[in-house]
């Protein structure tokens, strides 16, 4: 389950949701753009056709008659929930058919000790995917940007829902779910960007 985990949960599947057109169809800013651009040698056009229409004499409009267009900014928006989510729409399937494979075998109290410990190696894995492993030595781990870091916490919620499924008997309690560990890796974005001095001066208190 463990490499399941790490390769669906990985940060190369985080660039893929911030890929700009990364399921291949085309931005609407871009699209936009694109329009404006093709409308501006149109029309450069149909002027430079009037105007060998009508000869070298035409007189060009003052410039406080010419009207100019401003085009705003390319803003890209953000991934929506549903994109984010269906990034790891595998994981969700792997784990439904598994989950009702153990199910079919197992006692309801040996079902929840299993999707306990499941839980705890998707925390786990979050929190590897998130913050380097404490040891004396250094770490070449790059940090997360904001963005990346919202895709990684919007999962862990998106998984958090799936195993409480909705509150059902055959969900796992939402007191199991939302433990110490997992509101420590909700919680981290408040001291992401902090130094090492000041990590290790909260630690100490």
Request: aromatic content about 8%; some cysteine.
């Amino acid at each position: 389950m463990t490499p399941v985990l790490r390769h669906t949960l990985c940060r190369n599947a985080i660039k893929l949701v911030l890929k700009p057109n990364s399921g291949g169809g085309l931005d609407y800013n871009d699209a936009l753009r694109i329009s404006n651009d093709a409308i501006g040698r149109i029309s450069a056009a149909y002027r430079s056709a009037v105007s060998a229409a009508q000869g070298d004499y035409s007189i060009p409009p003052p410039a406080s008659e010419v009207a100019t267009t401003k085009v705003a900014p390319t803003v890209r928006r953000g991934p929506t929930d549903a994109e984010i989510e269906a990034a790891i729409h595998p994981l969700f399937d792997y784990l439904d058919t598994n989950n009702h494979t153990l199910a079919s075998t197992l006692s309801p109290d040996a079902m929840q000790m299993v999707m306990s410990k499941l839980w705890k190696q998707i925390l786990t894995t979050v929190e590897a995917l998130i913050v380097p492993p404490l040891s004396d030595k250094a770490s070449n781990m790059r940090a997360l940007s904001d963005s990346e870091l919202d895709v990684a916490l919007r999962w862990l919620k998106f998984l958090r829902d799936f195993f409480y499924a909705g509150g059902d008997s055959s969900g796992v309690p939402l007191a199991t779910l939302q433990n110490a560990k997992f509101n420590e890796i909700m919680s981290v974005r408040i001291y992401y960007d902090w130094n090492t001095d000041d990590l290790m001066e909260v630690g100490n208190l």
